[in-house]
């Protein structure tokens, strides 16, 4: 299906444009995780998070206050779980009990007993999950790993399938996608877990998937476009891949937003990593990796300082002969 037709968009001339927007958000991401810090889930923190729920819904200051007299010097997160008419509160704290026996869940316990001595109403706990800090930092280091071994897998791949400057190109994409994406983590303070880290690893294979497809179309054209420029061997590359970038993306997002909508707590943070990355990865393939292609390559194409030059209909090739004058017809003999 085609939705744009004959598009002949300058893509790259906004490049040093979006490169500019992209450093912005990346360094005013860095200034708020220096200041504010990006909030660390239960699976990388460690800890113990209670959710209950109350018969009538209770202020935050009154959790709070009801939790004071048993974790006062310990940094108690306490939240708004899901839809407010569900009348659940999130408690999170750095505290774990042993991690053997029957004291698994004993901070589990403390904040069920402060709750329910707090007078706040019946209240009934409907999930716990406990993560002592060993498995916290297991899960930190297997994450870390992940997201550089498939960096480099990107690398190596299209460098072997295509050319070095392509896989740069895509490798920095794809960090650019991950930079951007942990800024707006950090702008809206949602925590860092095992669903946001899937997340952005599955938005880093759809980046680097929509600038395959992109360098595969400027791969094709290099080979019948020898004497233009590499800007706009790019640019043709861009406008034809257009119409299958926007339905693709937009998809995407339909779904993205749908369960952010609709998924409910547990999902709202992978949801909304999905959004952001899906944005930031079809904007990175326009215009971040294509960008890098022709910082690393310049603006004129291999192929064209080897392309022979062109010979016009009716013309003669440079340093050969003309064609032969005719000769002049013989006189007539007289009779």
């Not at 992209?22 to 889930?41: E, H, Y």
């Not at 890098?292 to 062109?310: C, D, E, F, Q, Y």
């Amino acid at each position: 299906m085609h939705i744009f037709k004959h598009t002949n968009f300058d893509f790259l001339r906004w490049r040093w444009h979006a490169i500019a927007l992209s450093w912005v958000v990346i360094l005013a991401g860095l200034g708020v995780t220096l200041t504010k810090g990006i909030p660390l889930g239960i699976e990388f923190a460690g800890g113990t998070v209670v959710i209950s729920q109350f018969d009538q819904q209770p202020s935050i200051q009154q959790v709070r206050e009801a939790l004071g007299g048993t974790f006062g010097g310990q940094n108690v997160i306490v939240q708004q779980y899901g839809d407010v008419a569900q009348r659940q509160i999130m408690v999170r704290v750095p505290e774990v009990g042993a991690e053997e026996g029957a004291s698994l869940s004993s901070a589990a316990q403390k904040v069920e007993q402060a709750l329910r001595a707090a007078n706040l109403g019946n209240v009934t706990t409907v999930g716990t999950e406990v993560v002592g800090p060993a498995v916290g930092r297991e899960l930190t280091s297997k994450g870390i790993s992940a997201t550089v071994l498939s960096l480099a897998g990107i690398l190596i791949y299209i460098a072997a399938r295509y050319q070095l400057s392509f896989a740069v190109g895509a490798v920095v994409a794809t960090l650019h996608d991950l930079f951007v994406t942990m800024a707006f983590l950090a702008f809206f303070q949602y925590d860092i877990t095992l669903n946001v880290i899937a997340a952005i690893l599955t938005v880093s294979g759809y980046s680097v998937n929509d600038t395959i497809v992109i360098f595969d179309r400027v791969r094709e054209n290099l080979k019948g476009m020898r004497r233009d420029s590499l800007m706009h061997v790019i640019n043709v590359a861009l406008n034809q891949t257009l119409g299958r970038t926007v339905i693709t993306a937009g998809t995407t997002l339909l779904s993205a937003v749908a369960l952010f909508l609709f998924g409910g707590e547990v999902l709202r943070g992978f949801a909304f990593t999905m959004i952001i990355g899906v944005i930031t990865g079809t904007y990175s393939s326009v215009f971040v990796a294509a960008a890098i292609v022709t910082l690393w390559r310049g603006n004129t194409t291999k192929a064209a300082s080897h392309a022979p030059a062109s010979v016009s209909d009716g013309e003669a090739p440079t340093g050969q002969s003309s064609a032969r004058k005719p000769k002049p017809a013989r006189k007539a003999r007289a009779s």
